[in-house]
């Protein structure tokens, strides 16, 4: 099996009242053993997320913000990755992806974070991501993240009811009345499995946000999710939310992970230390300047 987990973990894992939360997001992904890890919300992590990956027994490939927070895939060294790069769109935080080699063929993996203020906004780059998709995601392609975006079909009325006004007008439409959930239907309309109704497991609804760490903009919601192709969401066995102690303390939402039937390709042991690596981020805050080696790093 191989275990893909996609976790925001809030401002890098620091609070502006100075918590750090680094040691308890270490502990959580220590204990999941994702092989392959999306990342949101990397505040401040641009020059030393090696730092923390090293420390999950990860290597890290980074996407930087225009406007936003960076964002990441970490992919254990046991895996051969065949590219990297970045979604070429001015989203508000980033997208990033790495193409890893499996038995059954590549296997890409996209890690986003939508806007989140508004929903025209998140719709927009929806639709830039399913284009990478199905432009370059392949066969086997799983966009993971958090999409700050209800999900479709569900009324989400009374849960809207009590957050605030200021919070709730982020899940609205223009009329103040509708619910927005059109990011993650253009998802769907553009052909990705939502792999949480597929295979989820652990009972609440496979709700992300809040947790014990806070969140007073959110109200039980699933905002983070696993969307796959057909041929990938096959192979998913299970999907679950990871909400134990570690978790519910280590940022405002919960990691969401998934089990696939896929085994890694043998690794060519001559490519451990060449350039399919991840070199050191430059000093440039530039982002198209990824933390890829120039061999990895791609236009997509």
Same mark, same amino acid.
């Given at each position: 099996?191989?275990?893909?987990?996609?976790?925001?973990?809030?401002?890098?894992?620091?609070?502006?009242?100075?918590?750090?939360?680094? /040691?308890?997001?270490?502990?959580?992904?220590?204990?999941?053993?994702?092989?392959?890890?999306?990342?949101?919300?990397?505040?401040?992590?641009?020059?030393?997320? *090696?730092?923390?990956?090293?420390?999950?027994?990860?290597?890290?490939?980074?996407?930087? %913000?225009? &406007?936003?927070?960076?964002?990441? =895939?970490?992919?254990?060294?046991?895996?051969?990755?065949?590219?990297?790069?970045?979604?070429?769109?001015? &989203? $508000?935080?980033?997208?990033?992806?790495?193409?890893?080699?499996?038995?059954?063929?590549?296997?890409?993996?996209? %890690?986003?974070?939508?806007?989140?203020?508004?929903?025209?906004?998140?719709?927009?780059?929806?639709?830039?991501?399913?284009?990478? =998709?199905?432009?370059?995601? +392949?066969?086997?392609?799983? !966009?993971? +993240?958090?999409?700050?975006?209800?999900?479709?079909?569900?009324? $989400?009325?009374?849960?809207?009811?009590?957050?605030?006004?200021?919070?709730?007008?982020? $899940?609205?439409?223009?009329?103040?009345?509708?619910? /927005?959930?059109?990011?993650?239907?253009?998802?769907? /309309?553009?052909?990705? =499995?939502? !792999?949480?109704?597929?295979? +989820? *497991?652990? *009972?609440? *609804?496979?709700?992300?946000?809040?947790?014990?760490?806070?969140? #007073?903009?959110?109200?039980?919601?699933?905002?983070?999710?696993?969307?796959?192709?057909?041929?990938?969401? /096959?192979?998913?066995?299970? =999907?679950?939310?990871?909400?134990?102690?570690?978790?519910?303390?280590?940022?405002? $939402?919960?990691?969401?992970?998934?089990?696939?039937?896929?085994?890694?390709?043998?690794?060519?042991?001559?490519?451990?230390?060449? %350039?399919?690596?991840?070199?050191? #981020?430059?000093?440039?805050?530039?982002?198209?300047?990824?933390?890829?080696?120039?061999?990895?790093?791609?236009?997509?």
């Amino acid at each position: 099996m191989l275990r893909v987990m996609t976790w925001n973990i809030r401002t890098g894992g620091r609070d502006r009242d100075g918590t750090d939360r680094r /040691d308890r997001i270490v502990s959580v992904v220590t204990a999941q053993r994702p092989d392959v890890l999306a990342l949101q919300e990397l505040r401040g992590l641009d020059r030393t997320l *090696g730092g923390l990956a090293e420390r999950t027994g990860l290597v890290p490939y980074l996407a930087r %913000s225009c &406007f936003g927070q960076p964002v990441a =895939v970490l992919v254990r060294p046991s895996l051969r990755v065949l590219r990297s790069g970045r979604v070429r769109r001015p &989203f $508000h935080h980033a997208a990033a992806l790495v193409r890893v080699a499996t038995g059954a063929g590549p296997l890409t993996v996209f %890690s986003t974070h939508l806007n989140p203020w508004s929903g025209g906004r998140r719709r927009i780059e929806a639709g830039w991501l399913a284009a990478a =998709v199905r432009r370059s995601g +392949g066969e086997l392609a799983v !966009l993971a +993240g958090d999409l700050n975006t209800l999900e479709p079909a569900i009324d $989400h009325t009374a849960r809207l009811a009590g957050l605030a006004a200021a919070y709730r007008r982020r $899940h609205l439409r223009r009329d103040g009345r509708t619910v /927005d959930t059109r990011a993650v239907a253009r998802l769907l /309309d553009g052909g990705l =499995v939502d !792999l949480w109704p597929r295979a +989820g *497991g652990d *009972g609440p *609804g496979g709700l992300t946000v809040p947790t014990g760490h806070g969140g #007073a903009e959110f109200a039980g919601m699933r905002l983070d999710y696993l969307l796959a192709t057909p041929a990938l969401a /096959d192979r998913v066995r299970a =999907v679950r939310v990871i909400r134990d102690a570690e978790a519910d303390t280590a940022s405002d $939402h919960y990691p969401l992970l998934a089990e696939l039937d896929l085994t890694p390709a043998a690794l060519d042991q001559s490519r451990i230390f060449g %350039s399919s690596r991840p070199a050191r #981020a430059p000093s440039s805050t530039s982002p198209s300047s990824g933390s890829a080696s120039s061999r990895g790093r791609g236009r997509f």
